[in-house]
């Protein structure tokens, strides 16, 4: 099956990453299966094959969904129980309306990208904030993209994310934040790229999770050489409102182990 044209062009973008993503199982894409969101009238869910093209409900291990479609109005995705993508992109190509995808009656976003490496979360279109409400399960590390080219778009992520000894990179020119009032319990390594621009008011990474509750359980990294980041600071934001003790402090009350910077 060919991809689509906006994943065609996103697939270039990642190449750009090089050796670590090829290392990661990129390379592999084009056996994986791609399937693409077809919008329809009222609120959607994911569990019917009349909302993708080709018509076929995307739930396996290693296969690609994109709600990438151009849509009228805001639209909400439920999930209506659990759903396994090994890479999911999302955003309005127009930049007109709000994609959110929800738990619906129940259930988490999967991701499970198999043999074919690191699975994938990415906004890939849009000046809007899409968000991801749903619980997120890992059962692979996880790539947070949001190279979108827009300052200041934002990809938010409300509903907790589980999954013991997985990772979750975040990377891209826009940013990712953590919100919500359940805290997330993957206790693997996060990594914060830097964005290549000195911008402090459009932090990678917020942790704006209801006071006390853990945004990041694990280690957290800021900067990697290999990839670009060279921890600056900019890149963690905990708005003050979080609390009236001190930056650091702040900081601290969302983490359960001391950030380091490389």
Same mark, same amino acid.
């Given at each position: 099956?060919?991809?689509? /044209? !906006?994943? @065609? ?31 329809? @009238? ?8 009349? *909302? ?17 479609? *151009?849509? %009228? ?14 890479? /999911?992109?999302?955003? =309005?190509?127009?930049?007109? !309306? ?13 991701? =499970? ?7 994938? /979360? ?20 996880? #790539? ?27 990377? &891209?020119?826009?940013?990712? @934040? ?19 621009? =000195?911008?402090?008011? %459009? ?10 509750? =853990? ?7 800021? &900067? ?5 980041? #060279? ?23 969302? /983490? ?7």
């Amino acid at each position: 099956m060919k991809p689509p /044209l !906006h994943f @065609t062009r996103f697939f270039l973008q990642l190449l750009a990453f090089g050796t670590l993503l090829a290392c990661q199982g990129v390379s592999r894409l084009q056996a994986q299966a791609v399937y693409d969101f077809v919008p329809i @009238t009222g609120t959607p869910t994911w569990n019917s094959t009349v *909302n993708w093209n080709p018509a076929t409900v995307p739930n396996a291990a290693g296969v690609i969904a994109n709600i990438t479609s *151009n849509i %009228t109005a805001a639209t909400t995705v439920n999930l209506d129980g659990a759903r396994t993508v090994g890479m /999911l992109f999302i955003g =309005d190509p127009t930049s007109s !309306h709000v994609f959110t995808v929800a738990a619906g009656s129940g259930g988490s976003l999967v991701f =499970d990208n198999s043999a074919y490496g690191y699975a994938l /979360l990415s906004k890939t279109n849009g000046t809007q904030t899409d968000v991801i409400s749903a619980p997120i399960t890992l059962a692979s590390n996880l #790539n947070i993209n949001t190279n979108v080219g827009t300052n200041g778009v934002r990809l938010n992520i409300s509903g907790a994310i589980t999954g013991n000894g997985y990772k979750v990179n975040i990377m &891209g020119y826009s940013g990712v @934040t953590f919100t919500g009032s359940t805290a997330n319990t993957y206790d693997g390594l996060t990594t914060v790229y830097g964005r290549g621009v =000195d911008d402090s008011g %459009t932090p990678t990474l917020v942790l704006q999770k209801t006071d006390g509750v =853990d945004a990041i359980k694990g280690n957290l990294q800021i &900067g990697n050489a290999n990839m670009g980041g #060279n921890g600056r600071a900019w890149s963690i934001s905990v708005p003050a409102t979080r609390s009236t003790t001190t930056p650091s402090s702040r900081l601290t009350r969302y /983490l359960a182990t001391t950030p380091t910077s490389k």
